[in-house]
């Protein structure tokens, strides 16, 4: 009986499971607490689980296990460099004069969000189909324009992603498998094309890209050859970059391998100080160089038959989509485009944010951007949290996927390789969903960015991906809708 009572007049040690109400109502009577993060598979969902369960059984285990090796081993094994710029209407698969690209999954004009409608507008004016945005506006919902996802194109897209004919692209190619990725060139400053804005100073940006920004950089990389731009990348992780959206030290390494080549271009000595003063206006010039990256590395693992590992996270600001190797083609799960929660710019509120956009997460479905934040602890400021967040995120995504990255590095995790192969079994076991940080743009067109922060994919993209592949594996018709 005095042991029992014992309890009544020691200080507690308790291991608490799952519910944060009952650690913190302990914590709150000043007992110590050990909490063990846990919720039940599939969130209890007795569909998911039968899902779950049909994935475990070992002849099915087997085959998924070897091709999910096989899926990561060409992730990993990918070495993209970059060979050349050129204009999207020379290079991109599909591409003509009245096709806009766009991020995220496909969507048409009556349901495209306002910063999409402001960039496919001024995407319009700029390749001089209308005179203004409101002819554009006429003429997107007219069906004249082809829209289709940039990703079903070779492409990515960085927020709206709009991508037009005249537009110069990285083009950037996988040395271990063949395959191409493009990109478009970064814009640079927050009232851009891709946050929605549309103005005459955002044409007439675009102008000076397509005729000397573009043209120079197209004619440096014929003197080049290639970079190597999977050894950049590794470096500028280790200068303490995540790019996503820390590029500091990828703009100042990409900069350097390019700048001795611009200098040996025809262009007059004006043009190249103009190139490299926009050039040095902002931190964002590598940006889409690592979203090209990632999109030739994740595109050599796609199409893997039993494969639960994700080749493609993106979003146009309504619907955020995923891709997963083991399902054929461009078959896309979706669920709604979410919130972006983090500091914003003065004078600009949280309701005046627009949701979620971009196919910048490629980077994070690669194993950089959010996933890699414990390399770019300064990231902080810009995106918010705490530096010892930031390395929880690296730390807590190797619950979900598959493999480390050797050959991408975080010194701060003693030079632990990148969280490598989201396998989508994983996000729907442990509930636990990829994170991501972004800009945020003004909910209406015309604006531009407002703010960056962290947000999560729709856990209901994974599920409806985990019910597709389960059933497909099992040789019923998957369920898709």
């Known amino acids: 009986m005095s042991k029992i009572n014992d309890l009544f007049t020691s200080k507690l040690n308790v291991i608490n499971v799952g519910i944060d109400l009952f650690k913190e109502d302990m914590e709150k ?27 475990e059984n070992p002849d ?21 460099v970059l060979v050349g710029y050129d204009q999207a209407i020379n ?8 096709t806009i690209l766009h991020a995220g999954p496909p969507i048409t004009w009556d349901r495209m969000n306002g910063p999409m409608r402001g960039a496919v507008t001024g995407a319009i004016v700029f390749e001089g189909l209308a005179s203004t945005v409101e002819e554009a506006a006429e003429l997107a919902a007219s069906g004249q324009i082809t829209f289709s996802p940039c990703h079903e194109h070779n492409c990515v897209g960085s927020m709206a992603g709009v991508t037009s004919a005249s537009m110069f692209m990285h083009v950037v190619e996988n040395k271990t498998y063949g395959n191409i990725a493009y990109t478009n060139l970064s814009e640079q400053l927050a009232k851009i094309l891709r946050m929605g804005a549309n103005d005459e100073t955002v044409i007439a940006r675009l102008n000076w890209m397509r005729d000397v920004f573009g043209p120079m950089l197209r004619d440096a990389m014929k003197l080049a050859g290639e970079i190597d731009l999977r050894l950049l990348l590794a470096q500028a992780l280790h200068m303490g970059d995540e790019c996503h959206n820390r ?38 010039f590598s940006g889409p160089t690592w979203m090209a990256v990632s999109k030739c590395a994740l595109d050599a693992a796609h199409g893997i038959e039993n494969s639960t590992i994700v080749t493609t996270m993106c979003r146009n600001g309504t619907d955020f989509g995923i891709r997963v190797s083991g399902m054929p083609g461009f078959t896309w799960f979706t669920g709604p485009a979410q919130k972006v929660i983090g500091p914003l710019f003065a004078g600009y509120k949280p309701e005046d944010s627009g949701l979620d956009i971009g196919d910048s997460a490629i980077t994070e479905t690669y194993g950089i951007g959010g996933f890699a934040m414990a390399s770019a602890p300064a990231i902080v400021p810009l995106v918010g949290g705490t530096v010892d ?6 730390k807590k995504m190797t619950e979900i996927t598959t493999a480390e990255n050797p050959n991408i590095t975080i010194p701060l995790l003693d030079f632990r390789g990148i969280a490598t192969g989201i396998d989508i079994r994983k996000v729907v076991q442990t509930g636990i969903l990829p994170v991501i940080n972004t800009a945020i743009a ?24 985990l019910l597709a592949i389960a059933e497909r594996m099992t040789n019923k018709e998957p369920q898709l809708a």
């Open 389 to 394: 967040e930031a390395i929880g995120y690296s």
């Open 29 to 55: 009577q000043s007992a110590t607490v050990t909490h063990l993060e846990w919720t039940p598979p599939g969130g209890g969902n007795p569909e998911l689980i039968e899902a779950l369960d049909k994935l």
């Open 247 to 284: 590029n500091g030290a990828g703009t100042l390494l990409l900069m350097q391998a390019i700048a001795p080549y611009l200098l040996q271009t025809d262009f007059t000595t004006e043009q190249k100080k103009e190139v490299f003063d926009f050039i040095s206006s902002s931190d964002y």
């Open 442 to 465: 003004h909910k209406e067109a015309g604006i531009g960015m407002i703010g960056a922060g962290i947000t999560y994919p729709p856990a209901e993209a994974f599920e409806k991906a």
């Open 91 to 98: 290079v991109v698969p599909g591409m003509t004069k009245t």
């Open 60 to 80: 099915v285990l087997e085959r998924i296990e070897a091709a999910n090796k096989l899926a990561v081993e060409r992730i990993i094994n990918s070495h993209p």
